[in-house]
């Protein structure tokens, strides 16, 4: 049994399936660097998505995903919590339970359209329910192109209920070298979002 005192706030961080499996997997592994407790949703479709897109295949029980998880980012014990699609009881599901922020990176434009509508079929759709009925911060990192009005028009109402949609578009500014770059630059801006102090590249302004 961990002590969750030992860590800093949890965070509630969900993959789904849109491309950029490799924004969410890094996010975990820089909150669990700055010691924050992270509990995890992952869906079906992310599933495919980062075995396609990564040289990962990460397993659906969640005892045993917690586990791998726990081992490729150096976690704690009870540091990494992941969540089954139906599990009602995680303490992501209500608002007595869930942590004041959750980030879902990266975020399908069906994700999209399932929490701009309240849908809350799944874990995922509920937990992004659950902090928006609760004003709590959330973060939706979307990755489509071009976007449909229907995305567009869900992108609108959520930012209108004060989730924050960071696109999962990397500047090039910073002259990035390679991949781990270009990621790092997203989930710098979402570390950013949350209040975590980071080393993964300087702020605008400040010196290289
Ligand atoms: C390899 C792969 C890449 C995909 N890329 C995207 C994408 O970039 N954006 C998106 O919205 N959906 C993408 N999809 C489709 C979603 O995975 C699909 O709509 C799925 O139903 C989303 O379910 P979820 O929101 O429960 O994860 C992709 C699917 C696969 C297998």
Redesign the pocket.
């Known amino acids: 049994m961990a002590d969750e005192a030992m860590f800093e706030a949890p965070v509630t961080v969900a993959?789904?399936?849109?491309?950029?499996a490799q924004y969410g997997l890094r996010l975990i592994d820089c909150l669990v660097a700055a010691r924050h407790q992270v509990l995890v949703l992952i869906?079906?479709?992310?599933h495919?998505?980062i075995a396609?897109?990564t040289d990962e295949s990460l397993p659906s029980n969640p005892e045993r995903l917690s586990e791998a998880l726990r081992e490729r980012s150096g976690a704690a014990p009870g540091q990494i919590r992941c969540f089954a699609r139906e599990d009602w009881m995680a303490p992501v599901a209500s608002g007595s339970g869930a942590p004041s922020a959750m980030v879902i990176c990266?975020?399908?434009?069906?994700?999209?359209s399932?929490v701009a509508t309240g849908a809350s079929n799944?874990l995922?759709e509920r937990a992004a329910d659950v902090a928006l009925k609760e004003r709590r911060q959330l973060i939706l990192v979307?990755?489509?192109?071009p976007f449909s009005a229907i995305h567009l028009e869900h992108m609108l109402t959520l930012t209108r209920m004060g989730a924050v949609i960071l696109p999962a578009a990397p500047g090039f500014y910073h002259r990035p070298q390679t991949l781990d770059d270009m990621i790092d630059f997203i989930v710098a801006r979402i570390l950013n979002q949350l209040g975590i102090a980071h080393a993964l590249m300087p702020r605008w302004g400040e010196a290289t």
Not at 15 to 20: D, F, P, Q, R, V
Not at 106 to 112: F, K, R
Not at 142 to 145: A, D, F, G, S
């Open positions: 993959l789904t399936g849109a491309s950029g869906s079906k479709a992310a495919m998505v396609t897109e990266p975020c399908s434009t069906g994700t999209l399932a799944n995922i979307p990755r489509e192109t």
